[in-house]
């Protein structure tokens, strides 16, 4: 079946920039998630990109998709005390919102001063 | 604001009892949704997707006499944890798709259980 893996934790400097990895088995995905969640709370949706695309930039936010090595990424541009929290990378292989989506198993960034 | 609520965010139940959790769209309809659980410190696991008018549909290993899905309209689907146990605590998750962007869910705020 679909199986989505990343690191389970990372600690970068704040002001530093931020790369959390991602690897999925599913050549068939069509959209790839990043998605947050704080402490107690539910899910925010960061970003996502489309499988047909390379990168996708948003503000602090940059995602590199290697299609090839079934490869994603999420890159925080000057980390904040604000972005701690644990990511999920997430994949569909579906092309509409109602197709199911598989999480990996976040990865839980901490901020150092 | 939220576009997708759950109900209730927290309930504390006795081993043997059956806990009732809603998922509600707000303001659009949902013919489709979906149910999660997350383990402390670990990753979502989706349960069933919820069809409304119809039988959901479970995934391996997930026992739908235990995990009872009813999706009796297009704004509410309900996750009925029956005779509970310790083990079931958990946090609970629904989504439904976007209305308006085919890329996306919505997901609900979470439902967080505590069988004692």
């Known amino acids: 079946g679909e199986d989505v893996e990343q690191s389970l934790f990372l600690s970068v400097r704040e002001g530093d920039s931020s790369v959390i990895n991602c690897t999925y088995t599913d050549s068939s995905s069509t959209y790839l998630y990043w998605y947050k969640q704080e402490p107690g709370a539910g899910l925010q949706l960061l970003t996502y990109i489309f499988s047909n695309m390379d990168m996708k930039q948003d503000q602090r936010l940059t995602v590199l998709l290697n299609k090839k090595d079934k490869h994603l990424s999420l890159r925080i541009a000057d980390t904040q005390t604000g972005d701690s929290a644990i990511y999920f990378c997430?994949?569909?292989?579906?092309?509409?919102?109602?197709?199911?989506?598989?999480f990996g198993s976040g990865t839980r960034l901490s901020i150092r001063p | 604001g939220a576009v997708v609520s759950q109900h209730p965010s927290r309930v504390i139940c006795k081993s043997g009892t059956s806990v009732k959790i809603e998922c509600r769209s707000l303001?659009?309809?949902?013919?489709?949704m979906f149910w999660y659980r997350q383990f402390p410190k670990q990753s979502l696991m989706l349960m069933a997707t919820s069809n409304e008018g119809s039988k959901a549909t479970y995934e391996q290993g997930v026992e739908k006499d235990k995990f009872l899905i009813n999706h009796a309209s297009l704004t509410l689907s309900t996750l009925t944890v029956t005779s509970a146990h310790p083990e079931d605590s958990s946090f609970y998750i629904c989504s439904a798709p976007s209305d308006r962007s085919q890329e996306t869910q919505y997901f609900g705020p979470g439902t967080r259980l505590l069988v004692l």
């Open positions: 303001d659009f309809q949902a013919t489709t």
């Open positions: 997430a994949e569909s292989s579906g092309y509409s919102s109602a197709s199911k989506i598989i």
